[in-house]
């Protein structure tokens, strides 16, 4: 059974930092594309970043671009995404997802139908 668990998420003040990490088990982690996305209570969950199964290829959302990194260690098994100057609008909860199908761009996987499987997702709370 495939499982994704997410953590370092907290408490920030704007302008900081934080890595998230995503640990997959139960299958070749080298055989997902990785996806990030977060939500907000009440509202539709929205793409952040993905990157493919090899890492050559990365996209992210407009509203996170030049701010964030998606990377991978598939050694490791673990997706992250490293996010700087954060702003209060990136509150959120944030979810690792990974989907079986290769796509040659990341940008291929920035709907949240395309993936097979979530994590539980870590609060990342940025304070004013």
């Known amino acids: 059974q495939v499982q994704l668990v997410e953590s370092g998420g907290g408490l920030v003040q704007a302008g900081g930092s934080l890595r998230l990490s995503c640990v997959v088990s139960?299958?070749?982690?080298?055989?997902?594309?990785m996806g990030w996305f977060r939500q907000v209570s009440g509202k539709e969950r929205d793409f952040v970043a993905a990157i493919t199964r090899r890492g050559g290829s990365t996209d992210y959302a407009n509203s996170v671009k030049g701010r964030f990194t998606i990377s991978r260690d598939n050694a490791k098994n673990t997706v992250y995404l490293q996010m700087n100057s954060l702003k209060p609008e990136d509150t959120a909860v944030y979810y690792c997802?990974?989907?079986?199908?290769?796509?040659?761009?990341?940008?291929?996987?920035?709907?949240?139908?395309?993936?097979?499987?979530w994590g539980q997702g870590t609060q990342v709370t940025v304070s004013s």
């Open positions: 997802a990974a989907e079986r199908t290769a796509y040659g761009s990341a940008q291929a996987y920035r709907s949240l139908y395309e993936y097979d499987y």
């Open positions: 139960g299958r070749t982690f080298s055989s997902f594309a």
